[in-house]
């Protein structure tokens, strides 16, 4: 299965700061990753698909980048209700693996 | 809009099984794969397996091969996920999600159920 890496394990950021998160595929992928927001207690919301296009709906402070092996997530000026964990996900290869997911929380 | 909604919460024991089922409504059910998705207590996302709504053809997770069994009833727009031989390894939340785009091409997981917790225990 190809592993997907996420760093940093946790992050605490000011609200309005920019926050970037990584994730690694241990193969290319090309651009077929996703990126997931999930809160306590719901289910996981997509927020970008095909590694930098934005799900309707989600604010355009989120966006992504990348492809090939190396990806990343970024909120450009952090609010309270990002509050969440962070996961991506590769949809190239079966099976489908997630990131261990980052916890974005505030200072 | 669309909605996947799931059946309850479970309660098992060691060594039996559970079917969990997933409906869906607001688009055309055979025009896109649904996954289910399992996510342990304090634990990450954990992918379990996929079905083509259109043809009923399945892949699993190699862990789960032999245990998960996925099902479709185009009928009532229902997608059951049965797991056999249950551990407290199994205790999770289970979620269904729908792919995004059209049969054929994989894609993103776009819409998920509200999941339903399996607890495993004697």
């Known amino acids: 299965d190809i592993q997907m890496t996420q760093s940093p394990s946790t992050l605490s950021a000011s609200v309005g700061d920019r926050v970037t998160i990584t994730c690694r595929a241990s193969q290319n992928i090309g651009t077929s990753l996703a990126w997931y927001q999930q809160k306590p207690g719901k289910a996981p919301r997509l927020l970008i698909y095909?590694?930098?296009s934005l799900e309707s709906g989600v604010p355009s402070r989120f966006s992504g980048s990348g492809s090939g092996t190396e990806f990343t997530l970024t909120i450009s000026s952090l609010q309270p209700d990002d509050i969440a964990t962070y996961y991506c996900q590769q949809y190239d290869t079966y099976s489908w693996t997630f990131g261990q997911g980052i916890k974005v929380g505030i200072k | 809009q669309v909605q996947l909604v799931q059946s309850g919460a479970e309660v098992e024991k060691p060594g039996a099984s559970v079917k969990l089922s997933c409906t869906a409504s607001?688009?055309?059910?055979?025009?896109?794969?649904i996954d289910w998705v399992r996510q342990a207590p304090g634990r990450g996302l954990e992918w379990v397996g996929i079905i083509n709504t259109r043809n009923g053809n399945t892949f699993y997770a190699q862990k789960l091969q032999g245990r998960v069994t996925m099902t479709r009833d185009t009928s009532t727009s229902t997608v059951f996920m049965e797991l056999s031989s249950l551990t407290s390894e199994d205790t999770a939340v289970y979620y269904c999600a729908r792919e995004r785009g059209r049969i054929s091409v994989n894609d993103a997981l776009d819409s998920w159920g509200q999941g339903a917790m399996v607890t495993v225990s004697s």
């Open positions: 607001g688009y055309t059910f055979t025009s896109s794969y």
């Open positions: 095909k590694a930098s």
